[in-house]
């Protein structure tokens, strides 16, 4: 996931200041890219599945697929996949602490950052929905394009939230997102999908904008839930702490779409035509 991606980044950098919280500890030992490993998988892992996942998602809707519940929940029904890394770096941390004066902490969250990991996974869901139901009515290219303005809500976002400044670079980029995004919607009808009325067309393109949105609010929020935690906790953001935080966002937005699918009777294509409930 981005959001893993982006915490692991934000663990390797000096923390920045806000008005609202203290100078992080600094993170002087990190290392260069080539030899963080983990962070390249990561990396890949990110980049592969952000050019995979459109493509399936979209052949769902193109193929006669119309639960838009169901295709938000499998955007992060894989988060048990993490419990593995998370395990080995638990196991590591007991290791390294065997001979230590206090026990290892089986979690690193505390409650307040747990409160605010969950309101993300909230956020997280919601993003997710709002995505699939763009993606059932716009081409991919076009879902691409609008998801990639998520850039010019994040620095919008990042500067109201932790007070990262605006550069020349991201202000072009914000500009030539924007330009791109109003052009599409000035031509709707020249890449509208067959079958897709001009309604549809407009309500995924909105839906589309909105989810960037969001998920723009998510990231610099995230890294604002780290940045207190580690001013009050005087620690710096770990390996382990990012893990702990993905899972909860994981459960949490697959849990919030399973509710969506249950309020929408979804889970009754789990159920062969042929089987008669009583």
Known sequence: MEE?????????????????????????????????????????????????GPLLLRAYFLHGGTRKWLSSLLTTAGWPLLLAPLSVSILSRRRHNRYGDTATRLFLMSPRLLVATVAVGLMTGLDDFLYAYGLAYLPVSTSSILVS????????????LVRQRFTAFSVIAVVLI?????????????????????????????MTLGAAALY??????VELSQARHAARAGAAVTYTLVMEMQIVIGFTATAFSAVGMLVNNDFQILVPNEVQMP
């Open 4 to 52: 893993e991606a982006t915490s692991q980044r934000r663990a390797q950098q000096p923390a920045c200041k806000n008005d609202s919280t203290k100078q992080l500890p600094s993170s002087a030992g990190a290392k260069p890219l080539r030899h963080n490993p983990l962070l390249v998988v990561n990396f890949i892992l990110m980049a592969v599945g952000s050019a995979c």
């Open 149 to 160: 303005t998520q850039l010019a809500f994040t620095a919008a976002f990042a500067l109201l």
């Open 178 to 206: 924007s330009v791109g995004a109003a052009m599409l919607g000035m031509n709707a009808g020249g890449g509208r999908p067959a079958g897709v009325t001009r309604v549809q067309y407009y309500a995924g393109f909105g």
């Open 216 to 221: 723009g609010l998510v990231l610099p929020v």
